[in-house]
């Protein structure tokens, strides 16, 4: 378990500690933090979790270390049933989630950068079930644009 101020360094490293003041900044500003663990082929691999009665992601924020291939499983321990829309390269991912249920998505997310994904079912995402991946890393060479150096999470 990570203290206050832990968490507080781990969101200003990646960039979200002052995500623009806003109702999303915040509402990210207090959920858990998850990390995305390689495997030695460097897909990655995530779980995230819909606890019973919390309409929250958990992880909220999940780290990817560098862009890539990675594969989320996706849990549903609540009495609702939710969905996911999940980012990824060139098409979206879309995931019914019924109460009791697990899903599987694989993405694929290359660039550096934050990835939001949430649940559009009723007032889902207006309740809480918003969630972000950031994509640790930077742009590669032939990817940049010809202006000056811009901050990267």
């Given at each position: ?91 979206r991912k ?41 994509v640790?890393?930077d ?15």
């Amino acid at each position: 378990m990570t203290t206050a101020q832990e968490r507080s360094d781990l969101l200003d490293q990646i960039g979200l500690n002052t995500q623009n003041k806003a109702a999303l900044g915040q509402v990210l500003g207090t959920g858990t933090i998850g990390r995305a663990t390689e495997e030695s082929d460097g897909r990655m691999k995530a779980t995230i979790r819909i606890h019973p009665d919390e309409l929250t992601w958990d992880p909220e924020i999940l780290v990817m270390p560098h862009g890539g291939d990675i594969e989320l499983e996706l849990i549903n321990d609540d009495l609702n049933t939710h969905c996911a829309l999940l980012p990824s390269n060139g098409d979206r991912k879309f995931i019914w989630l019924v109460n009791h249920s697990r899903g599987r998505a694989n993405l694929n997310l290359d660039g550096p950068g934050y990835y939001w994904f949430g649940s559009p079912t009723g007032n889902d995402e207006g309740r809480g079930l918003t969630g972000a991946i950031v994509v640790l890393g930077d742009a590669p060479p032939e990817a940049r644009l010809d202006r000056p150096e811009q901050p990267r999470p």
